[in-house]
T-cell receptor, first 113, second 112 residues
Framework: KQEVTQIPAALSVPEGENLVLNCSFT??????LQWFRQDPGKGLTSLLLIQSSQREQTSGRLNASLDKSSGRSTLYIAASQPGDSATYLC????????????FGRGTSLIVHP | ETGVTQSPTHLIKTRGQQVTLRCSSQ?????VSWYQQALGQGPQFIFQ???????GRGNFPPRFSGLQFPNYSSELNVNALELDDSALYLC???????????FGPGTRLTVL
């Protein structure tokens, strides 16, 4: 059974810092991995989708990397801003026919001015 | 392009009642998935509909059921509500099983 862990659970940083959020998964047989952002009480906003054959994806100040062999993905946020404050979740879809995703519990990020 | 919408936004029910939640998928998407998210947890997969048929189900009892309509909108029905059903219910649509998922704003269900 796939398990997804996100560390740290919470993070508070000053504005302008570059930061890295981690997502670890136990079964490396994945189809893809998707990063989301969630504001309190709201739905999820898709940030980046990485296919299993890819090593990284970039969108603006965000860069996500994937290392299947070690069961890890990282989300890099450059020059953080207060508007980046949210919970960041990763979701892993398995390879091999079952596409049911497994989510981590998220990293709660606060960027203070 | 219209995004994923859900209704209602909030709902309060009492134990034992039944509830129906609705989701309109993003234009061009034929796949809808439903999730339950308890406070402080990641979303838990309930089931997925593809072209009007359920084709994947998570670890949820049969009192959680759903429908997908020809226009790919979807309903989630929960019978015999329990206190533990209180959660944020999220709908996501995608253009196929494995493609990028786009989520709606969610329905907050409170069971008293």
């Amino acid at each position: 059974k796939q398990e997804v862990t996100q560390i740290p659970a919470a993070l508070s940083v000053p504005e302008g810092e570059n930061l890295v959020l981690n997502c670890s998964f136990t079964d490396s047989a994945i189809y893809n991995l998707q990063w989301f952002r969630q504001d309190p009480g709201k739905g999820l906003t898709s940030l980046l989708l990485i296919q299993s054959s890819q090593r990284e994806q970039t969108s603006g100040r965000l860069n996500a990397s994937l290392d299947k062999s070690s069961g890890r993905s990282t989300l890099y946020i450059a020059a953080s801003q207060p508007g980046d404050s949210a919970t960041y979740l990763c979701a892993v879809r398995p390879a091999g026919g079952s596409y049911i995703p497994t989510f981590g519990r998220g990293t709660s990020l606060i960027v203070h001015p | 392009e219209t995004g994923v919408t859900q209704s209602p936004t909030h709902l309060i029910k009492t134990r034992g009642q039944q509830v129906t939640l609705r989701c309109s998928s993003q234009s061009g998407h034929n796949t809808v998935s439903w999730y339950q998210q308890a406070l402080g947890q990641g979303p838990q997969f309930i089931f997925q509909y593809y072209r009007e048929e359920e084709n994947g189900r998570g670890n949820f009892p049969p009192r959680f059921s759903g429908l997908q309509f020809p226009n790919y909108s979807s309903e989630l029905n929960v019978n015999a509500l329990e206190l533990d059903d209180s959660a944020l219910y999220l709908c996501a649509s995608s253009a196929g099983h494995y493609n990028e998922q786009f989520f709606g704003p969610g329905t907050r269900l409170t069971v008293l």
